[in-house]
């Protein structure tokens, strides 16, 4: 996939190969995105193509996902009963 900067917000729709539309934020950092939405937004002067970053400059590029905590609620045991039950 292209990479380029974005000088302004550019909205892309995809249809008819698919029934989706993206956004995408204008950024002083280029950002990567399937070759279409890259081409239009050339065409409509929202962007500029850039050269592919080495890995190292990808790594930094890229924002660092963390995954959401997924911790599940606590469960103590009712000892009346023997069931388990939430607190």
């Given at each position: 996939m292209p990479?380029?900067?974005?000088?302004?917000?550019?909205?892309f729709d995809y249809r008819p190969q698919q029934?989706?539309?993206?956004?995408?934020?204008?950024?002083?950092?280029p950002q990567q995105f399937p070759g279409a939405l890259i081409a239009a937004?050339?065409?409509a002067g929202a962007a500029t193509e850039t050269a592919t970053?080495?890995?190292?400059?990808?790594r930094s590029l890229k924002p660092n996902r963390v995954k959401p905590n997924r911790?599940?609620?606590?469960?103590e045991k009712d000892h009346d009963?023997?069931?388990?039950?939430?607190i």
């Open positions: 990479w380029a900067i974005f000088h302004k917000a550019f909205d029934a989706a539309c993206q956004h995408v934020k204008a950024s002083a950092k937004a050339i065409t970053p080495t890995a190292d400059e990808k911790a599940r609620p606590a469960q009963s023997g069931n388990i039950g939430k």
